[in-house]
């Protein structure tokens, strides 16, 4: 790569742990995450940069700026979610879709109206934001390199952090930003190691290359990652039944068009507002915001929630096509529940009393089934399996064994086989990376962080920042770009600050 300025890609041999500048940032995982906190550490604000000194940023797989999700896959695994929603750019939901240009018009979801890409090439817009940021970051003095390293552990040695990697290196800092992502898909069923069973199904294009297209093929877990599983098998043109599992045996609801319009009430400066004037926020003020945004657009809440909380005893293929149907209903209800998920509420879920988690909690999947709906193409997809017999979704699972080289499956409908069993669990939103599970245990028996003890980490030094779901007690819907976008830009102005 030569953008013009001193970045080093490769490990550095020499431990730099005592020299360095004044500031000096070590960004700890080189995902999405990574890329929208150096685009807001490149933006100037008011006039004035974020300073000079040196950025490292630490990354051991070869997927550099792209993470787990988006490097390279099977052309039928896109993003989830429509361009403004995937801006990496905190506020500037026309960034990624400027980036795409014309190029989105070979892959416009015909009912959303909306380009929705491959996400390997959504990838190569984090790469080239990556990129951009860095050599701006260079003009304004920075020096930027990457180690290709994961990062073992992390001690205070007097004014400085010290981070080391794997390979025995030393790396000083002023201020660490961890960006170590989420976990894998946990193996509920114990099914690790038996031929026909996959733990981690992405690559998609990898895993999926040794599935005989005749084979019945069982899915554990019934969220947006089984939907790439059934998706994508339907792509490669399998032949035999596919089964989602899962214990409710209840899919995601389906985008529903972009409106022009963005919320007014419920926005994390009303929030803030709230806050500073009273001291607290409850979900009964997040309820009277909603209202009041609803009542604006001449929409009722009640109605709204009934909608929502009501799931009425019917067959996945009557919901779907109902899902489908509702593609373009005008009302703005659902939409911003489902954007301000991910905007205002990782920013407002900390500040809420314990009670009102404990309420929301309550409605986990109707909540994650609104954050995070499946896009109508694969939903279509879904529906022409379903109808053909192909596919079928079973709640009430209770089991599934290793038998005769293959497993035997017991849910609702009783028992039946698969050749092969993919496993598409949902990690819980602060599960902890295997990449990052040495670090996590080095931060807190050095007292730098905290485990929290619903998950993830809580910083207990200033220098030591979190973006992603690492962050202990955040909501317990998973990052989205657009929540990353947010909290990568506040990270920032923490960097910024003398
Ligand atoms: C399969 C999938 C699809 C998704 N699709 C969408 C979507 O379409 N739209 C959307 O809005 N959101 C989506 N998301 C949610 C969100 O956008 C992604 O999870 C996003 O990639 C998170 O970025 P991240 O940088 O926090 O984590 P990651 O992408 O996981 O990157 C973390 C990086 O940290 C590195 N790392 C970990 N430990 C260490 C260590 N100890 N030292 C150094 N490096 C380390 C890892 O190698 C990794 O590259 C998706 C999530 C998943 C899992």
């Known amino acids: 790569m030569n953008i ?13 742990a005592d020299a360095g500048t004044d500031s000096d940032i070590a960004i700890v995982g080189g995902g999405a995450a990574a890329v929208g906190l150096l685009d807001a550490l490149a933006a100037e604000q008011d006039g004035t940069s974020a300073g000079s000194g040196t950025l490292t940023v630490f990354e051991p797989s070869p997927q550099l700026w792209r993470g787990r999700p988006y490097g390279p896959d099977l052309d039928s695994v896109l993003v989830n979610a429509p361009p403004a929603m995937m801006s ?3 506020g500037d939901f026309g960034h990624y879709a400027a980036w795409l240009g014309e190029r989105g018009a070979d892959h416009i979801d015909v009912l959303l109206g909306q380009p929705l890409v491959p996400r390997a090439l959504y990838g190569e817009y984090l790469v080239h934001t990556a990129e951009k940021a860095i050599a701006a970051l260079g003009e304004q003095g920075w020096s930027v390199r990457v180690v290709v390293a994961r990062v073992t552990g992390i001690v205070r040695r007097g004014a400085r952090l010290v981070l080391r990697t794997h390979d025995a290196h030393e790396y000083g800092a002023t201020q660490v930003a961890l960006c170590t992502g989420g976990g894998a898909p946990p193996d509920l069923y114990g099914l690790t190691g038996n031929p026909g069973f996959t733990a981690d199904p992405y690559p998609l294009a990898d895993t999926l290359a040794s599935v005989p297209a005749g ?23 399998h032949r035999g039944r596919i089964t989602l599992l899962s214990r409710s045996g209840v899919l995601p609801r389906v985008w529903q068009r972009p409106v022009d319009r963005r919320p007014r009430q419920l926005t994390v400066e009303r929030v803030s507002a709230l806050r500073e004037a009273r001291g607290n926020v409850t979900l009964d003020d997040l309820v009277g915001l909603l209202r009041t945004e609803l009542a604006d657009a001449g929409e009722d809440f009640d109605a709204l929630m009934a909608e929502l909380l009501h799931i009425e005893a019917i067959s996945p293929v009557q919901r779907l096509r109902r899902q489908i149907a509702a593609v373009d209903d005008p009302r703005i209800g ?7 998920a991910h905007t205002v509420g990782p920013h407002v879920w900390r500040l809420l009393p314990e009670s009102d988690r404990v309420r929301l909690r309550r409605h986990l999947r109707t909540a994650t089934s ?40 017991r849910d609702e409908d009783g028992a039946h086989t698969a050749g092969t069993v993919v496993n598409a669990v949902n990690p819980q939103p602060q599960a902890i990376s295997a990449a990052a599970e040495e670090l996590v245990r080095s931060l807190a028996d050095s007292g730098l962080a905290t485990l929290h003890p619903s998950g993830g980490l809580n910083p207990a030094d200033q220098h030591l920042h979190i973006v992603g779901d690492l962050t202990g007690g955040a909501s317990f819907i998973t990052s989205s770009i657009a929540g990353l976008a947010a909290q990568a830009s506040r990270t920032a102005q923490a960097l910024r600050a003398p």
């Open 334 to 340: 659902r939409r911003v529940l489902q954007e301000t």
């Open 215 to 237: 084979d019945d093929v069982a899915v554990i877990g019934s969220g947006l990652t089984a939907v790439d599983v059934a998706v994508s098998l339907a792509a490669r043109g």
């Open 88 to 90: 990496i750019r905190n």
């Open 4 to 16: 013009g300025i001193d970045i080093g890609i490769g490990a550095d041999a020499d431990a730099d």
């Open 370 to 409: 609104v954050a995070s709906p499946m896009i109508p193409a694969n939903a279509a997809t879904l529906l022409r399996l379903l109808e053909a017999g192909q596919l079928t979704v079973a709640g009430g699972v209770q089991a599934i064994e290793p038998v005769h080289g293959g497993f035997r499956v």
